[in-house]
């Protein structure tokens, strides 16, 4: 559009455009505007107006207009977004702790309300998996880290647990063999750890829902397991304890808990007349499994406290114990049962 004109007395105002006409060319207003400027009485001030229809009618005009506007545009979407990314960021910065605590929350609420319903009338006859590559080789050897921390929240106590036998050890003198022990816990959540300390006079092999942890045949030492598992809400222990003559009797103690979930959210249990045990030589090599029924078996008979005589002050485990292989060959009692192997850990 045309200029102002710059041969304008000093006594005129002169803007950036044509003075306003309307209805005359570009050349008539610039004429006017000349005259005008030159009367010495008179001060003239220059206003623009846009030709609207010359934009509708060149299409130069057009496409400078269109390359102008998207510019514009795509300065202004850099602009806000950039503005908004760095407004997200500090937010996310500063609310990030508040929503781990608050997502974590929310879990243990919905898997605590639903654990006693859908997931443990579906585990009543599930048996636990191991992590091992066999189960679910797409998933075999990536990673999976779990939300918290994986150390062990707490670490078991010996000296709230008891020696147990069964109702044979009321005698002083039980029979030479072997008894099956069984303890079941259904947590309140899902559960995928497990730290188990024991010790059995004379010898024992110890079973996780079906899958053989280790044994020991050194009453002196008590050893310390640590089993990983896939999550379920039925926890089964189980021991074959073997007895040569004298006394006989099995102390263990044990945490167990989600790596998943906050360390607060731990179960402990020790051996005590709550497990079930058989007075009886024979029994089926089944009882290892989460679905063998115990309900027309003995609850165990508390002997002494740990810590106690005649076994006295145990030596208690100063570290984990490597997965070993079941009791075999012992005189007067069958072999331990046959079970796959626990995923243990030793560290």
């Given amino acids: 559009?045309?200029?102002?004109?710059?041969?304008?007395?000093?006594?005129?105002?002169?803007?950036?455009?044509?003075?306003?006409?309307?209805?005359?060319?570009?050349?008539?207003?610039?004429?006017?505007?000349?005259?005008?400027?030159?009367?010495?009485?008179?001060?003239?001030?220059?206003?623009a107006e846009p030709d609207l229809?010359?934009?509708k009618t060149d299409p130069k005009l057009q496409q400078a207009l269109a390359q102008i506007s998207q510019g514009i545009a795509t300065s202004v979407a850099q602009t806000i977004t950039t503005e908004f990314t760095s407004l997200l960021e500090a937010l996310i910065k500063n609310i990030t702790p508040q929503i781990s605590t608050a997502v974590v929350e929310l879990i243990q609420q919905l898997i605590a309300a639903s654990a006693e319903t859908n997931c443990c009338k579906?585990?009543?006859?599930?048996?636990?998996?191991?992590?091992?590559?066999?189960?679910?080789?797409?998933?075999?050897?990536?990673p999976c880290g779990p939300v918290t921390a994986t150390k062990p929240p707490s670490l078991p106590d010996l000296g709230k647990a008891s020696w147990i036998w069964t109702t044979e050890a009321k005698s002083g003198n039980p029979p030479v063999g072997a008894r099956p022990f069984r303890k079941t816990l259904t947590p309140k959540v899902p559960?995928?750890?497990?730290?188990?300390d024991i010790t059995c006079d004379d010898a024992y092999?110890?079973?996780?829902?079906?899958?053989?942890?280790g044994s020991g045949r050194d009453w002196n030492k008590t050893q310390r397991y640590r089993v990983a598992f896939y999550p379920t809400c039925k926890l089964v222990i189980a021991i074959y304890g073997f007895q040569d003559p004298g006394v006989a009797g099995i102390v263990a103690s044990a945490v167990t808990w989600n790596s998943l979930l906050p360390n607060n959210l731990v179960t402990t249990f020790v051996t005590d007349a709550s497990w079930k045990t058989l007075a009886n030589p024979t029994f089926s090599s089944k009882f290892i499994k989460p679905c063998f029924d115990d309900s027309t078996?003995?609850?165990?008979?508390?002997?002494?406290?740990?810590?106690?005589?005649?076994?006295?002050?145990?030596?208690?485990?100063?570290?984990?114990?490597?997965?070993?292989?079941?009791?075999?060959?012992?005189?007067?009692?069958?072999d331990a049962p046959k079970a796959d192997a626990a995923t243990v850990l030793t560290q």
Avoid: H
């Fill in 191 to 196: 559960v995928d750890s497990l730290i188990v």
């Fill in 297 to 334: 078996w003995d609850n165990a008979t508390v002997e002494v406290a740990f810590g106690a005589q005649p076994w006295g002050n145990v030596a208690k485990p100063t570290g984990y114990t490597a997965q070993n292989p079941a009791l075999t060959q012992l005189p007067g009692a069958p």
């Fill in 122 to 142: 579906a585990a009543e006859c599930t048996e636990a998996c191991p992590l091992t590559a066999s189960c679910i080789p797409e998933l075999s050897g990536k």
């Fill in 205 to 213: 092999s110890l079973y996780v829902n079906g899958y053989l942890v």
């Fill in 53 to 55: 229809q010359l934009f």
């Fill in 1 to 47: 559009m045309p200029s102002s004109v710059s041969t304008a007395p000093s006594n005129i105002v002169v803007s950036s455009a044509t003075a306003s006409l309307p209805g005359a060319t570009p050349e008539v207003q610039s004429a006017m505007t000349y005259i005008l400027g030159n009367v010495p009485w008179m001060k003239f001030r220059v206003c």
